[in-house]
């Protein structure tokens, strides 16, 4: 079954870490990584296939989830239909990520009784989310 996790990496300006959302679909196919890159105001959504690991400054993945391959079409939907916040001062690619969730829990792509989705979330939001 396609997994989801937050892949998080060293902060390479500022003092937040960088946050991605990675689909795996564990059938031997490179993950796809959802992110925000810029800075306030200048914010752009991107996708691109890519092993995390393999990226510079990668400390760790946080699993969130899983989806059922059924659910991809409207997982990459809600993904796509996401907006950028380049408005609200301070809103970064780790607020993108936890928003990407949220929205995919409640679209019921990420199913509620998922207690990996409820473990990472509150790891994600209590441990990592903010400042260093």
Not at 63 to 88: C, F, Q, S, W
Not at 103 to 132: V, W
Request: proline letters at 4%; a negative charge; hydrophobic letters at 35%.
């Amino acid at each position: 079954m396609p997994r989801l996790y937050i892949a998080m990496y060293e902060a390479g300006t500022g003092n937040y870490e960088h946050w991605a959302l990675c689909l795996d679909d564990e059938d031997g196919n490179v993950p796809t990584i959802f992110e925000v890159s810029g800075e306030d105001g200048t914010f752009e959504k991107s996708a691109v296939q890519d092993e995390p690991e393999n990226r510079l400054l990668h400390k760790r993945n946080l699993a969130v989830g899983e989806v059922n391959e059924r659910d991809i079409p409207e997982l990459l939907k809600v993904i796509d239909d996401a907006k950028v916040d380049n408005e609200t001062t301070e809103w970064n690619c780790q607020d993108y990520v936890i928003e990407l969730l949220e929205m995919l829990y409640e679209e019921c792509i990420i199913d509620e009784d998922d207690k990996e989705y409820k473990r990472g979330m509150k790891k994600a939001k209590d441990k990592y989310f903010g400042p260093l």
